[in-house]
T-cell receptor, first 114, second 111 residues
Framework: KAGVTQTPRYLIKTRGQQVTLSCSPI?????VSWYQQTPGQGLQFLFE???????NKGNFPGRFSGRQFSNSRSEMNVSTLELGDSALYLC?????????????FGEGSWLTVV | GENVGLHLPTLSVQEGDNSIINCAYS??????FIWYKQESGKGPQFIID?????DKRQGQRVTVLLNKTVKHLSLQIAATQPGDSAVYFC??????????FGKGTRLSVIA
C-alpha cells in the first residue's frame, strides 16, 4: 500500500510568487491535514480537510489556503510568498480524522523562498 | 504550536543501552497520543500510539507509558541502535481536533 505522496519534494520560489503543493493520501483515507515545520516554530497545523470540506484551520494568514478533491487528493496554496514561508510542508492522512485514528505523514515538500 | 528551536533537548545514549524520551502535555482532554520519529530530511514516521484508557503499550523494542495524573508521556526504546538516531516528537489530540505536537527531542546514539 503506497504511503502519503507529496509533490514536488523541493522547490525554490521568489518573494511575491505563489506556490501550489500537492498531496495524495493513503488509499482509502479521507482526511488530509497540512503542517508547516520550521526550526523556530516546530510543527504547526495549517488545516484539515475531510470529504472535500475544511474541518479545522490553524492560525495562519489568509495567504495560506487549501482544498480537497473528490478522490481525497489535496492541494495547498501559498500566495504572495514571504521569506518566512520557507519551510518543510508536511501532508498527513488518516481514514476518518479525529482522535484515535493513526495519522501518517508524507516526506514533505521543501519550500525555499528567496 | 509548540516551539521546537534549533537547540532541541538532546539525549545521548550508548549503543545497546535503553533510551527514555519524555513528553509533557497540557490538554487534560487529550485522549489519543502518538510518538513520531523524524530523520533528517524526512517526514515524521509513526512509531506507536496509545489511547487514554491505557497506561502502557508495547511494540517492537518500544514501549509507551502514559500518566494522565501528571500529564506525562514517555517513549522507551530497548537496546538502542545507531538507526534510532533521530528527532522524536510526541503528539496529542481529542475528538476532531488536529494533532498538537510537543517539543522534539534529539536522540543521538553513540556507537
Amino acid at each position: 500500500k503506497a504511503g502519503v505522496t507529496q509533490t514536488p519534494r523541493y522547490l525554490i520560489k521568489t518573494r511575491g510568487q505563489q506556490v501550489t503543493l500537492s498531496c495524495s493520501p493513503i488509499s482509502g483515507h479521507r482526511s488530509v491535514s497540512w503542517y508547516q515545520q520550521t526550526p523556530g516554530q516546530g510543527l504547526q497545523f495549517l488545516f484539515e480537510y475531510f470529504s472535500e470540506t475544511q474541518r479545522n484551520k490553524g492560525n495562519f494568514p489568509g495567504r495560506f489556503s487549501g482544498r480537497q478533491f473528490s478522490n481525497s487528493r489535496s492541494e495547498m496554496n501559498v500566495s504572495t510568498l514571504e521569506l518566512g514561508d520557507s519551510a518543510l510542508y508536511l501532508c498527513a492522512s488518516t481514514p476518518q480524522g479525529g482522535s484515535g485514528n493513526t495519522i501518517y505523514f508524507g516526506e514533505g515538500s521543501w519550500l525555499t523562498v528567496v | 504550536g509548540e516551539n521546537v528551536g534549533l537547540h532541541l533537548p538532546t539525549l545521548s545514549v550508548q549503543e545497546g543501552d535503553n533510551s527514555i524520551i519524555n513528553c509533557a502535555y497540557s490538554n487534560s482532554a487529550s485522549d489519543y497520543f502518538i510518538w513520531y520519529k523524524q530523520e533528517s530530511g524526512k517526514g515524521p514516521q509513526f512509531i506507536i500510539d496509545i489511547r487514554s484508557n491505557m497506561d502502557k503499550r508495547q511494540g517492537q523494542r518500544v514501549t509507551v507509558l502514559l500518566n494522565k495524573t501528571v500529564k506525562h508521556l514517555s517513549l522507551q526504546i530497548a537496546a538502542t541502535q545507531p538507526g534510532d538516531s533521530a528527532v522524536y516528537f510526541c503528539a496529542e489530540n481529542s475528538g476532531n481536533t488536529p494533532l498538537v505536537f510537543g517539543k522534539g527531542t534529539r536522540l543521538s546514539v553513540i556507537a
